[in-house]
């Protein structure tokens, strides 16, 4: 009896310390599998970070457990990688790709040319005006192959040119690059990519171009790039979608436009924000204006995690009908370090991720498991 007893305790210590280790990574039971395992070898499952995430232990673990992918937020791009010319500062970088290469993980640089984050001397001279374009392309050149030569066999694909389409224009936003080079500095950041890095991925990256209003200039410049004999291997499509935007049907109609140029496709930075917005909201609003579009500092109330739920569920349910659809990224790793905290106003409390700001999976985790296991079988 006492034998019975003592194996009996053990063994509930045994799933007691299971349970609790569960817990800990986030996990949402013993028996839900992660992100990257219910995505297989099916597609990549990444995340976006920091580097000084990676100091924290528990973190680390939750993220190495979850993704089998890595971009990183800001250390590639061109202000972290060289703000002063000829200094380069890979150091950042450098540690999200150990952190990468120590757990098998793939590898996505973010971003090569890019009219935010991007030193000011790239195409401008001391006075805000223009370089003269042979400058600029010169030192686009040298900050492309310096970069991409630095991680050569390292890094698997590098988005080269990030959001470089017009939102409201009728073409090509009118940038700095744009500016200094002309409406080519596209297709010769491509030609400086691949002169670096044959054998890495080259993608085009931007939001909102799976909609109606912009997606005609994103096949038009994809179009344009392939007849100027310039290596495309995918275009990135964002994924920054609302709660309340029932666009599904849109957002489909976009991927088989992408899919039917024989690209690859990746869904890139995805969140779905559950908080209001207002037309026009920025990130400079007065604390009078910030007024309801706060709502959920203590958590998301059951219906609307189950209405976030629905629409992960729904979204993937369309990125799993498409096998072009070779990564599906989350801009962030949990609603804690989200951007849309800040975004379009500073300082409100958002949940658009999968797990909550204590690694624990939320409905919306189970629906895109569900989601992936489902698409699985039936195949």
């Given at each position: 009896m006492m034998k019975r007893v003592c194996l009996a305790?053990?063994?509930?210590?045994?799933?007691l310390s299971a349970t609790v280790l569960?817990?800990?990574?986030?996990?949402?039971?013993?028996?839900?599998?992660?992100?990257?395992?219910?995505?297989?070898?099916?597609?990549?499952?990444?995340?976006?970070?920091?580097?000084?995430?990676?100091?924290?232990?528990?973190?680390?673990?939750?993220?190495a457990e979850q993704f089998n992918c890595l971009t990183p937020g800001?250390?590639?791009?061109?202000?972290?990688?060289?703000?002063?010319?000829?200094?380069?500062?890979?150091?950042?970088?450098?540690?999200?790709?150990?952190?990468?290469?120590?757990h098998g993980m793939t590898m996505i640089g973010h971003t090569l040319c890019w009219h935010n984050q991007a030193p000011a001397w790239l195409f401008m001279d001391e006075n805000k005006k223009p370089?003269?374009?042979?400058?600029?392309?010169?030192?686009?050149?040298?900050?492309?192959?310096?970069?991409?030569?630095?991680?050569?066999?390292?890094?698997?694909?590098?988005?080269?040119?990030?959001?470089?389409?017009?939102?409201?224009?009728?073409?090509l936003r009118d940038t700095p690059a744009r500016k200094a080079?002309?409406?080519?500095?596209?297709?010769?950041?491509?030609q400086f990519a691949r002169?670096?890095?044959?054998?890495?991925?080259?993608?085009?990256?931007?939001?909102?171009?799976?909609?109606?209003?912009?997606?005609?200039?994103?096949?038009?410049?994809?179009?344009e790039l392939k007849d100027a004999g310039v290596k495309v291997d995918g275009v990135g499509i964002q994924g920054h979608w609302l709660i309340d935007n029932g666009n599904i049907k849109e957002i489909d109609e976009g991927i088989k436009a992408f899919a039917d140029l024989g690209l690859k496709v990746m869904i890139t930075e995805v969140d779905v924000d559950p908080l209001p917005r207002r037309q026009g909201a920025g990130a400079d609003l007065s604390a009078t204006q910030r007024e309801g579009l706060d709502p959920y500092k203590a958590g998301l109330p059951d219906d609307v995690q189950q209405k976030l739920a629905?629409?992960?569920?729904?979204?993937?349910?369309?990125?799993?009908?498409?096998?072009q659809i070779q990564r599906v990224t989350f801009w962030g790793v949990d609603d804690g370090s989200s951007w849309l905290n800040d975004f379009p106003v500073r300082g409100r409390?958002?949940?658009?991720l999968l797990w909550d700001r204590n690694f624990q999976p939320k409905p919306a985790f189970r629906a895109v498991i569900e989601t992936l296991q489902q698409s699985s079988v039936a195949k």
């Amino acid at each position: 009896m006492m034998k019975r007893v003592c194996l009996a305790a053990v063994l509930f210590v045994v799933v007691l310390s299971a349970t609790v280790l569960a817990a800990e990574k986030g996990t949402a039971s013993a028996t839900m599998p992660t992100l990257r395992q219910a995505a297989g070898n099916r597609m990549l499952m990444g995340a976006s970070l920091m580097s000084h995430e990676l100091d924290d232990a528990r973190r680390a673990a939750f993220i190495a457990e979850q993704f089998n992918c890595l971009t990183p937020g800001n250390e590639m791009k061109p202000d972290a990688l060289q703000n002063v010319k000829g200094k380069f500062t890979f150091e950042r970088a450098d540690k999200i790709v150990a952190f990468a290469e120590a757990h098998g993980m793939t590898m996505i640089g973010h971003t090569l040319c890019w009219h935010n984050q991007a030193p000011a001397w790239l195409f401008m001279d001391e006075n805000k005006k223009p370089l003269p374009r042979e400058v600029a392309l010169e030192n686009l050149r040298n900050h492309i192959h310096t970069v991409m030569e630095h991680y050569k066999g390292r890094v698997k694909g590098w988005d080269v040119v990030n959001e470089g389409l017009d939102d409201s224009g009728p073409y090509l936003r009118d940038t700095p690059a744009r500016k200094a080079i002309g409406d080519d500095f596209i297709i010769k950041a491509f030609q400086f990519a691949r002169e670096a890095d044959p054998d890495a991925e080259l993608y085009y990256n931007d939001y909102n171009i799976e909609a109606n209003y912009k997606r005609p200039k994103a096949l038009r410049l994809l179009k344009e790039l392939k007849d100027a004999g310039v290596k495309v291997d995918g275009v990135g499509i964002q994924g920054h979608w609302l709660i309340d935007n029932g666009n599904i049907k849109e957002i489909d109609e976009g991927i088989k436009a992408f899919a039917d140029l024989g690209l690859k496709v990746m869904i890139t930075e995805v969140d779905v924000d559950p908080l209001p917005r207002r037309q026009g909201a920025g990130a400079d609003l007065s604390a009078t204006q910030r007024e309801g579009l706060d709502p959920y500092k203590a958590g998301l109330p059951d219906d609307v995690q189950q209405k976030l739920a629905e629409r992960y569920r729904a979204l993937f349910q369309v990125i799993m009908k498409y096998p072009q659809i070779q990564r599906v990224t989350f801009w962030g790793v949990d609603d804690g370090s989200s951007w849309l905290n800040d975004f379009p106003v500073r300082g409100r409390t958002n949940h658009p991720l999968l797990w909550d700001r204590n690694f624990q999976p939320k409905p919306a985790f189970r629906a895109v498991i569900e989601t992936l296991q489902q698409s699985s079988v039936a195949k």
